[in-house]
């Protein structure tokens, strides 16, 4: 099916090798590959290196080769872990409202935030969210992000779930970026189960996942631990029945109040996201695990509150992803490159780290090892941009754009 062929040269190819999963990075530990190319075989990363020597092996092989003509660095396609972005309607008032002082909670207690998009994706049909999430993750992938994680949970109905989960399913097949569909049934009570939080979630406990396993359309489930969402105990539930049915967790995390790390943590989740409340306690405890904390600087820009403690985290051992969160309310932005590098310029993280945040370890929060770095083995996903060092990236904020993005070598 695919060719095989060589790519490059790049002026420099950063191939995240041997960086560790867990604990501070710091850009001297970056393998810089000056001047150097890819040979790539059904879509995956057959060798790497300099390119005199990518050449020659072409050469003796009779690989055709792809050249880089101006200058580029390349480095791993980035990797999304946590976006909303099947969702129908706009927030703009409840952004509006937050700006003149109103809180989030607040907004959503008036009967604005989540709620607001859930009536707005139950009513849309099937077409239009699978159009919306089509152009929401093809600007992704041109921005160079060719894993998008992509959650349901703007329904909360079995039916409005299915509904999304399948949207995203067909978004798939008319988008390059590999989407990755997370369950998110548990984002908030719906309005017909207020004051049972535990009736709902065994409700779709016991008449959602048997679907959504049956048709194979996620293996990884959400919740929204929080005041005004799932209280611990709901979340105890919740994660332990769909522990044993074999689902991926992670969870919404430590946003405003405590409680949903140690869940993750003691639930041995993937990750634990948000984290914006965390404090001493819960970063050591994090860091003892084996969860991947995921930073969402997208939600601190949209409300105008705290970033999580990410220096501190990756300082006490932990590991670090950075996901844009993209969704119509907490982070409407949406842009992964551009939050993640204003994050790191305000938690002092190296530019290691970032891009480790935004590759391997991203890749770890969603239980992929196939990719995050450019190395023999990996599948082929690379992003590269118009400049010759690499740290004009995040230098310049998320105006810099690709110049080419291939996905399992296309
Ligand atoms: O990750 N915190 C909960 N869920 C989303 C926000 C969803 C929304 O406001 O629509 C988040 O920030
Ligand atoms: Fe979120």
Redesign the pocket.
């Known amino acids: 099916m695919h060719k095989s062929f060589a790519l490059g040269p790049f002026c420099q190819l950063l191939t995240m090798r041997h960086l560790p999963l867990k604990g501070p990075l710091r850009d001297e530990q970056l393998e810089v590959i000056e001047q150097g190319g890819v040979i790539i075989r059904d879509g995956k990363i057959a060798a790497i290196g300099p390119f005199e020597r990518i050449r020659r092996v072409a050469k003796e092989d009779g690989l055709g080769i792809k050249a880089i003509e101006k200058p580029m660095v390349a480095l791993p396609g980035f990797i999304d872990a946590h976006t909303?972005l099947c969702f129908a309607g706009s927030?703009a008032k409840d952004y509006a409202l937050r700006a003149e002082g109103k809180t989030y909670l607040e907004i959503a207690k008036a009967g604005g935030?989540?709620w607001d998009?859930v009536m707005k994706t139950r009513a849309a049909a099937p077409a239009e969210l699978e159009a919306l999430s089509v152009q929401r993750a093809q600007r992704h992938f041109l921005g160079g992000v060719t894993t998008i994680e992509v959650k349901s949970g703007y329904t909360l109905t079995i039916e409005g779930e299915l509904k999304m989960l399948r949207a995203i399913q067909a978004t798939q097949t008319q988008v390059k970026a590999d989407l990755i569909p997370t369950c998110l049934p548990a984002?908030i009570v719906p309005k017909d189960f207020i004051g049972d939080e535990i009736a709902y979630i065994q409700h779709m406990l016991t008449h959602f996942f048997p679907i959504v396993q049956a048709e194979g359309l996620a293996q990884r489930a959400d919740i929204?631990v929080?005041e005004g969402a799932f209280s611990v105990k709901a979340a105890t539930l919740y994660m332990q029945a769909l522990q044993q049915q074999g689902f991926d967790l992670t969870v919404?995390a430590d946003?405003f109040s405590l409680g949903g790390s140690a869940l993750a943590v003691r639930h041995k989740a993937r990750s634990a996201d948000?984290l914006e409340a965390s404090g001493e306690a819960e970063i050591k405890a994090l860091a003892a695990s084996e969860v991947i904390p995921v930073a969402?600087p997208g939600?601190s820009i949209g409300l105008g509150c705290e970033f999580a403690p990410g220096r501190r985290l990756l300082d006490a051992g932990a590991s670090l992803a950075i996901a844009s969160?993209w969704?119509?309310?907490?982070?409407p932005m949406g842009d992964l490159l551009t939050v993640a590098s204003i994050y790191g310029m305000f938690e002092k993280l190296s530019t290691a780290e970032v891009l480790a945040g935004i590759g391997f370890r991203a890749a770890a929060a969603l239980g992929l090892s196939d990719r995050g770095r450019l190395i023999e083995g990996q599948i082929a996903d690379i992003v590269a941009f118009p400049v010759d060092d690499y740290r004009e990236i995040l230098y310049q904020q998320g105006q810099l754009r690709p110049g080419g993005v291939w996905k399992r070598g296309r």
């Open positions: 909303h927030r935030g989540i998009t984002h929204f929080e919404h946003q948000h969402l939600a969160d969704n119509p309310g907490s982070a």
